[in-house]
């Protein structure tokens, strides 16, 4: 790929404050040489993302044994992570083999809404997963009665409400604001990112998102964190071993989702910010989009196996007797 100035393929800056039409994603460009790499490497992931993602939601839905809360939850974050991937990995395929890495304005905000909207709404819904862990085994003889079907929907619905609601709020204030640029220094149209661009000041937006920070990411990792104090010692308190293992069994793939995706979270949008961004910055936005929508099914999967083993082999047989039929 052979080096190209901003005139080359129409890179402006802003100065002038003149309306900006268009971005240009200049991520992991400096990297000519690895494009293809990446670019087979995202493709890869990205289909087992659907295809994982879509197993869990298709035997959760025909499997009447996986009807239960655990799973109504596992299927709301498999639908939530082919959302979320779908709204960039696409178009960092087609950067990945473009000259020309351009996105539109309303494409940006788009995308920018979708992913900031989705990612508030799995810290949540992680939330959620572990107070429904909570009750799973410190209240097990009320938890069918705490955990009723009505509860479930209202808490996934608020979780998805809010999460929308906080992306609407800043993805507005930060896309009426004038840009001094249009080159994003970034893979996606990614907030830290486009705030870099604004010309005027951003103590507002600054403020929205550390509160947005506080009640998307620190509180619910609280919350998650106090929730497994109760589970491990109600676990310490099971007598026998094998209790102990399946109680624990239980928790572990929730526990695992949880330490991934806020590992990633919490640094990108808690470390101190630089007004150039790393390549470090970039490859955990990757993990943060790509590897851990990719990981949650396996990890899923792979705790609850016997569980999921039966409920696909169950669903093949169904759809091999209906053929036959």
């Not at 900006?20 to 460009?29: A, K, M, N, Q």
């Not at 010309?199 to 550390?210: E, K, Q, R, W, Y």
């Not at 999967?301 to 999921?308: D, F, G, H, P, W």
């Amino acid at each position: 790929m052979s080096h190209r100035t901003d005139q080359d393929i129409g890179l402006f800056k802003n100065r002038n404050n003149t309306a900006v039409t268009e971005f240009f994603l200049i991520g992991l460009s400096k990297y000519p040489s690895l494009q293809m790499f990446l670019y087979m490497i995202c493709l890869v992931m990205y289909l087992v993302i659907l295809w994982g993602n879509s197993i869990l939601i298709i035997i959760s839905i025909l499997d009447l044994r996986l009807h239960t809360p655990m799973y109504f939850f596992l299927g709301n974050l498999s639908f939530l992570d082919i959302c979320y991937t779908s709204t960039s990995v696409p178009q960092i395929l087609a950067n990945f083999m473009s000259e020309r890495k351009s996105i539109s304005f309303t494409r940006c905000a788009l995308q920018m809404f979708m992913s900031l909207g989705l990612g508030s709404t799995e810290c949540l819904l992680l939330a959620v997963m572990a107070y429904d862990r909570y009750v799973a085994i410190c209240n097990p003889l009320r938890y069918t009665i705490i955990m009723n079907k009505l509860l479930c929907v209202q808490m996934a619905a608020w979780t998805w409400i809010i999460g929308c609601l906080n992306s609407l709020l800043q993805t507005m204030l930060a896309m009426m604001m004038p840009f001094c640029g249009n080159i994003i220094d970034h893979i996606t149209c990614e907030i830290l990112a486009l705030l870099k661009l604004i010309c005027v000041d951003i103590s507002l937006n600054v403020f929205i998102m550390t509160i947005a920070s506080i009640i998307f990411l620190i509180s619910p990792l609280l919350f998650i964190f106090f929730s497994y104090v109760f589970i491990l010692s109600t676990i310490l308190r099971i007598k026998s071993s094998e209790g102990r293992k399946k109680a624990f069994s239980t928790c572990s793939a929730h526990l695992t989702v949880v330490i991934l995706f806020y590992g990633s979270a919490l640094f990108m949008y808690m470390k101190p910010k630089s007004k150039d961004t790393k390549t470090s910055d970039e490859i955990i936005a990757l993990s943060y989009g790509v590897v851990t929508p990719m990981l949650n099914p396996i990890i899923y999967s792979l705790r609850n196996k016997e569980e999921v083993k039966e409920a696909v082999e169950k669903v093949l047989i169904r759809n091999l007797y209906l053929r036959k039929m």
